[in-house]
């Protein structure tokens, strides 16, 4: 079965080829193609829909995302074409061709309100343009009720690949004698190495291969285990890597950014675990596992 992998530059699409290529994980009876926005533009239809026929695509994973939460609020348009007319791209080629699309999305469509963890059927309302085009994608898919396809909605996800809150903090970590991180917004770092393993166990899983297992397009939360403030994330990161800066606690106020954080980004991991009996490892986990990768564990 032929699957295709959108954006496997980033953070899970990179960890999606490092598995595939690099680690002794059995997938058998599948060949992937992994692409980059160089190799395949997916805002451009005409230009997805003939990669899709001519290698006959039946899975996609798409990882494609415009992430910059910040500049999001002056590019609204870019952000709009990526991560949601984009999306629209597959949802219709997916309905047109029977393909099962799986889209990666974010606790930023909540406002953060909750006192909870939030389920797949809490109402959304995103405080952000970033969290308002990732929305709009999942309404997108939802339109075209593809059978077999599923949303994940993922949280603070970082890697051993690209930039990421972890190598920020190793940078300044090496750099300043203390730091000011926000211990008022609380939710689970997602190691996004842990996200692309879930894919492929989902993908390989009956539920998901059965025709018409699912009549619609179904939506999941995942992340790592626990809870934890970036202020707390921080601190381990220091802990583990034995560096000696200072993290001290600031509120939100007091680091003013353009875009509108959720204050509590908690997620309900219950219903992706007992549909593909998924185990989902603890939060410090996968930063140990990060951080041996990046050299920086000690």
């Known amino acids: 079965m032929n699957v295709l992998v959108t954006g496997s530059n980033g953070q899970v699409g990179s960890e999606i080829k490092e598995l595939i290529q690099h680690s002794t994980l059995n997938i058998q009876n599948y060949d992937f193609y992994f692409t980059t926005s160089q190799d395949l533009d997916i805002t451009d239809f005409d230009l997805v829909k003939k990669y899709i026929t001519d290698n006959k695509i039946k899975i996609v994973i798409n990882c494609v ?43 930023y469509v909540f406002d953060g309100a909750n006192f909870k ?108 285990e626990g809870v934890v403030s970036w202020y707390d994330f921080a601190k381990e990161i220091m802990k583990m890597a034995k560096l000696n800066c200072i993290i001290n606690p600031i509120e939100t106020y007091q680091y003013p950014t353009p875009a509108k954080r959720p204050h509590y980004s908690l997620l309900n991991k219950s219903k992706i675990k007992s549909t593909f009996n998924l185990g989902i490892p603890y939060w410090k986990d996968g930063l140990d596992d990060c951080l041996r990768r990046l050299g920086e564990r000690r």
């Not at 939460?69 to 061709?97: C, G, M, P, R, W």
């Open 117 to 224: 963890p939030y389920t797949e059927d809490d109402a959304t309302s995103p405080q952000s343009v970033y969290g308002k085009t990732k929305l709009d994608g999942e309404k997108a898919i939802l339109e075209y009720d593809l059978k077999n396809s599923i949303i994940i909605r993922t949280s603070w996800v970082y890697s051993y690949y690209g930039a990421n809150f972890v190598k920020t903090m190793l940078r300044l970590g090496k750099e300043k004698e203390s730091l000011g991180v926000i211990f008022d917004q609380v939710g689970t770092p997602t190691y996004a190495k842990d996200l692309a393993k879930a894919i492929l166990e989902i993908i390989q899983h009956s539920k998901f291969n059965i025709q018409n297992s699912s009549t619609h397009t179904e939506i999941y939360n995942f992340s790592n």
């Open 65 to 107: 995302a415009y992430t910059a939460v910040d500049k999001a609020e002056t590019e609204k348009e870019l952000a709009d074409k990526i991560n949601h007319l984009a999306v629209k791209n597959l949802a219709q080629l997916s309905s047109e061709f029977g393909i099962k699309l799986i889209h990666i999305s974010t606790d």
